[in-house]
Structure formats: structure tokens, C-alpha cells
């Protein structure tokens, strides 16, 4: 599986932006779809997720209102709409599959900037 992200960049506070993260190498619906993010010298953090049918979505509390993932299965593409930015969601944003006995990959990174 390759996970390509795209979509970061920097952008002032109350801004938006939208990445998205393209999957290939497998059946895309056999996995659901997350994003994550990691600040410098933080750990790494759960953002949202869908599954595989784009049904069923989740997200961290730091972000519920203002962020959306959503999936288009066609184009076995995962996005995060992100709106309302803020300086303390300036971090890398990973994509991340996942299925039950389908393996966990992840994409290489995106940066988001948000300046204050």
C-alpha cells in the first residue's frame, strides 16, 4: 500500500485548507481511513477517521466543529477539510489505513503552518 498526502501549507489563523491522501496497491474499501498529526517534539495524535464506507466518522475534540473528513471510494481518496485554523494545529498531518487483517500503513507526511 502507498499513501500519498498533499494539500499542506501555511496558512494565517482562521483560514482553511483541505488535504487529501491518495491510496493505492490494495482494495481501498477493505480499509478505513485517518488522519493523525504530529507537532514538534510531541508525540503523534489521532485527528479523525472514516471507515471504509465513509458512514461513520470520528474526531478528536480539539478538532470536532471545525475539521471534516470525508472519502471518495472512486478515487480511493481520503480528505481532512480543515476550517478555522488555528496556531495549535500547526503540525505534520499523516494519512493512515487500516483494515482487520488488511495491515496499518502509513503516508509520508504533510506540513501544516498556521500563523498567529
Known amino acids: 500500500v502507498q499513501l500519498q498526502a498533499s494539500g499542506g501549507g501555511l496558512v494565517q489563523a482562521g483560514g482553511s485548507l483541505r488535504l487529501s491522501c491518495t491510496f493505492s496497491?490494495?482494495?481501498?474499501?477493505?480499509?478505513?481511513m485517518g488522519w493523525f498529526r504530529q507537532a514538534p517534539g510531541q508525540e503523534r495524535y489521532f485527528v479523525a477517521a472514516?471507515?471504509?464506507?465513509?458512514?461513520?466518522?470520528y474526531y478528536a475534540d480539539s478538532v470536532k466543529g471545525r475539521f471534516t473528513i470525508s472519502r471518495d471510494n472512486a478515487k480511493n481518496t481520503v480528505y481532512l477539510q480543515m476550517n478555522s485554523l488555528k496556531f495549535e494545529d500547526t503540525a505534520v498531518y499523516y494519512c493512515r489505513a487500516w483494515g482487520s487483517g488488511s495491515g496499518d500503513f502509513w503516508g509520508q507526511g504533510t506540513q501544516v503552518t498556521v500563523s498567529s
Open positions: 496497491g490494495r482494495t481501498f474499501t477493505r480499509y478505513a
Open positions: 472514516t471507515s471504509w464506507s465513509g458512514g461513520s466518522t
